[in-house]
């Protein structure tokens, strides 16, 4: 299999501070990756590095289109826009800067908010909706990106249980129709269960490779250190109670 | 209904009339991603640059209009300039030239002999007095206005609603922020005219204000608030005929009725609304 992502010595500084270093992997298509860590461990940074969207050192290859899911806290929800015109909003690189999206487009983002559990919900404020059902129209929008590449940023944080059941399966499915998928998130136990793969960061890449391999207390230890509780044999984890997403109380 | 016709009839109020709708329309439309980006401040101090070029137009015996659009296009290529420092954003940069634009217009107008006259018409503006230049301003700003919101109109509301994604997709905010404030810009020059400095930020804002309130997405809200503007422009002037109220706070006053008709419909209908399925549950929970 080829390599759909590369990174190989990632570093990244914002100013004085050093956010991630020595930072180098390579995923095959297909794969689903979560990416785990403490907060401010650089996890965000990763994917905004992968975007092109900071300044790094080192080299950082990957497949394109590129879709993305921001964090629900960067979208501004009390704009006035419907569900629909959100998904429409992924086809705006293929359309160019005057075409307006044609029926072709609108049909295509009909079916995935359907995808997604939304059919009835296309005419529906942005603002009006659930957080849960939010995050699944911004997914529907990554996948009208049509991307290679899919980079999702904490999608799990703060949502209903059916949108998170949604969330998993549709992207599950895009990993294996051969999408590579990256994944944020503070909720380990819900990133064993799905991903295949997971990268362990603390500024530095603690641990990579196969879900089984890195699940281990060992590395749970290094990652997040006396954050890592073992009870019993079983590892848990205590989230940062000064949580910066303010709405991602209760994983972990 | 000789009313409505007769101040068609001078050519005066017909031009005034022009310049109302276009201004009406254009404030009231670019209004919506001012007030939807948080950038009410950015009207006001543009409000504030403009006086600068006034004063020099008027020193130079030139056009005011021209002044005006000079200013403008100084003020936004400086601030580009600035804010290619990644430390600024494009609306700090614009925080530190306007104030310095405005003390440079103050200290001229000071210094000026036989200013102080027109410095009311800066400051509240002088419909009646809209030249055929300041018509072909408006009508070129009108159209300026409309092939950008054509152009690049759907990247502008993505770099509103999701910067993260629009940076994402390799739009460049930067550019586009800039694209933005240059028409903003563009339509407070207009504006100056016909309601003048002090007014300006309320033709921004009260279209758009009362438009979020009617309509549930966004072009339908730029269209409303257009339409808002322009009316109020309409309707200030056959008021300020018939009454002798200055034309722009006669036009000013109408956009703020609107929105007070508006807002307080809204309240009414979204009262009932909530009160009708649960009256109990919601009752004295301070809504």
């Avoid at chain 1, 079983?234 to 303010?246: E, I, M, N």
């Avoid at chain 2, 509301?157 to 999701?162: E, G, I, R, S, Y």
């Amino acid at each position: 299999m080829s390599a759909a992502v590369v990174v190989d010595g990632l570093r990244v500084a914002f100013g004085a501070r050093l956010v991630l270093e020595d930072v180098s992997f390579s995923l095959p298509s297909g794969t689903f990756v979560g990416i785990l860590g403490p907060n401010g461990a650089g996890k965000t940074t990763l994917l905004r590095a992968l975007l092109g969207d900071v300044a790094i050192e080192g080299r950082v290859d990957l497949e394109r289109p590129i879709a993305y899911v921001p964090q629900l806290t960067e979208v501004q929800a009390a704009f006035p826009i419907d569900a629909l015109g959100v998904v429409l909003m992924g086809c705006y690189p293929r359309l160019g800067w005057w075409r307006r999206p044609s029926h072709r487009e609108r049909d295509h983002a009909r079916a995935l908010l359907e995808r997604v559990g939304l059919a009835d919900r296309a005419r529906s404020p942005f603002d009006e909706l659930s957080g849960g059902q939010r995050q699944r129209v911004l997914l529907a929008r990554a996948l009208a990106q049509e991307g290679s590449v899919v980079l999702l940023d904490e999608p799990l944080s703060g949502i209903d249980v059916r949108s998170r059941e949604v969330m998993l399966e549709v992207i599950g499915e895009q990993a294996r129709e051969g999408a590579t998928v990256l994944m944020t998130t503070h909720d380990l136990a819900e990133a064993a269960r799905v991903c295949d793969r997971m990268l362990v960061l603390n500024r530095v890449l603690v641990a990579q490779g196969a879900t089984e391999e890195i699940f281990t207390e060992d590395v749970l230890r290094r990652a997040y250190g006396a954050g890592a509780l073992v009870l019993e044999g079983r590892t848990a984890v205590l989230d940062d109670p000064h949580h910066h997403h303010g709405h991602g109380h209760g994983h972990g | 209904m000789e009313w409505l016709i007769d101040p068609w009839t001078s050519g005066i109020m017909r031009r005034a009339f022009a310049e109302a709708i276009l201004m009406g329309t254009v404030a009231g439309g670019l209004g919506c991603f001012v007030l939807l980006r948080g950038l009410a401040f950015l009207g006001e101090s543009v409000a504030h640059t403009l006086i600068f070029g006034v004063v020099v137009a008027f020193l130079l015996g030139g056009p005011v209009a021209l002044g005006a659009v000079g200013a403008a296009a100084l003020t936004v290529a400086l601030s580009s300039v600035l804010a290619a420092d990644r430390r600024f954003s494009v609306d700090v940069s614009m925080g530190v030239l306007l104030p310095t634009f405005f003390g440079l217009g103050v200290t001229l107008i000071a210094l000026t002999e036989g200013y102080q006259t027109r410095l009311e018409d800066t400051l509240f503006g002088a419909i009646l007095e809209v030249t055929d230049l300041d018509l072909a301003l408006a009508g070129a700003v009108a159209l300026l206005v409309a092939v950008t919101l054509a152009c690049a109109g759907k990247e502008l509301v993505l770099a509103t609603f999701d910067r993260p994604m629009a940076r994402a997709m390799g739009y460049r905010l930067g550019l586009l922020d800039l694209l933005l404030f240059a028409v903003v810009t563009l339509a407070a020059v207009v504006a100056l005219r016909a309601v003048g400095n002090v007014l300006l930020t309320a033709m921004l804002l009260g279209p758009a204000l009362s438009a979020r309130l009617l309509t549930r997405t966004f072009w339908p809200m730029v269209a409303t608030a257009a339409g808002l503007g322009a009316f109020a422009g309409i309707a200030g002037l056959y008021w300020s005929w018939s009454t002798n109220v200055g034309g722009g706070a006669a036009i000013v006053l109408v956009v703020a009725a609107l929105f007070a008709c508006v807002a307080g419909g809204h309240a009414v209908t979204s009262g009932v609304r909530r009160r009708s399925p649960a009256p109990v549950a919601e009752a004295g929970l301070g809504h």
